[in-house]
């Protein structure tokens, strides 16, 4: 079955350190979005992209970047990492030219800094 | 700039009564819009959706929600609530994929339902 999957699950990092956090989905979509999940702000998205070689910003993509180098990943990198980025990331993907596609999410990345 | 509030953190329901999770939208053109639930450590799980037609959508695991156009809202409804109704509910709305940003997801803060035996 197609899916979308995050590595890692959990992951401790220090401040200052770079971190990337891993989304491969198998239903060749184009459309890939990257949100964190934070308590009293729902989901917020971070960065996004509508096919290879393609990347967006979204409403809280400082500190944020991501690559599309294929289809079938988007990879989000915290270029030093903050306090303020422990959160939950979430992976999404959907189909780009359907517009009653809903998305498909990961199970979610839970990234700590301390 | 589209958006979407859910006016309740929480809704609390005893088990066997209908339930009603509220949200309410703003959007430029006609409105593409989604609920999603999302379990304990899970990721989010489509649940069903609004683009055209009734107004009274219907969706997975018996739960229907209502769209009306004048008071811009999409409430999520269950005639009979389940224990295991129990996680975090998103609204969310589309932009219209013709637009500049293609159609990009915005959710709610979500709202926490509670369903006790």
């Known amino acids: 079955d197609a899916e979308i999957t995050q590595s890692p699950r959990h992951k401790i990092t220090e401040t200052g350190r770079q971190v990337t956090l891993a989304c491969h989905q198998t239903w060749n979509h184009n459309n890939m979005f990257w949100y964190r999940q934070d308590l009293g702000h729902g989901l917020r998205l971070i960065h996004y992209s509508y096919g290879v070689q393609d990347t967006n910003k979204g409403e809280v993509s400082d500190g944020y970047s991501v690559s599309r180098s294929n289809t079938e990943d988007l990879p989000l990198t915290l270029e030093s990492a903050a306090s303020s980025q422990t959160s939950v990331y979430f992976c999404?993907?959907?189909?780009?030219?359907?517009?009653?596609?809903?998305?498909?999410f990961g199970q979610g990345t839970r990234l700590t800094v301390v | 700039a589209q958006s979407v509030a859910q006016p309740e953190d929480q809704v609390n329901v005893a088990e066997g009564n209908p339930l009603t999770v509220k949200c309410t939208y703003s959007v430029s053109g006609n409105p593409y819009l989604f609920w999603y639930v999302q379990y304990p450590n899970r990721g989010l799980q489509f649940l069903l959706k609004y683009i055209t037609g009734d107004n009274l959508v219907k969706g997975s695991y018996g739960f229907e929600a209502e769209f009306n156009k004048s008071q811009t809202s999409f409430h999520l409804k269950k005639p009979s609530a389940l224990v295991s109704d129990s996680a975090l509910y998103f609204c969310?709305?589309?932009?219209?994929?013709?637009?500049?940003?293609?159609?990009?997801?915005?959710f709610g803060r979500g709202t926490q339902l509670t369903v006790w035996p």
């Open positions: 999404a993907s959907s189909r780009t030219t359907d517009m009653n596609t809903e998305a498909f």
């Open positions: 969310a709305v589309r932009d219209d994929p013709r637009g500049s940003t293609l159609g990009r997801l915005y």
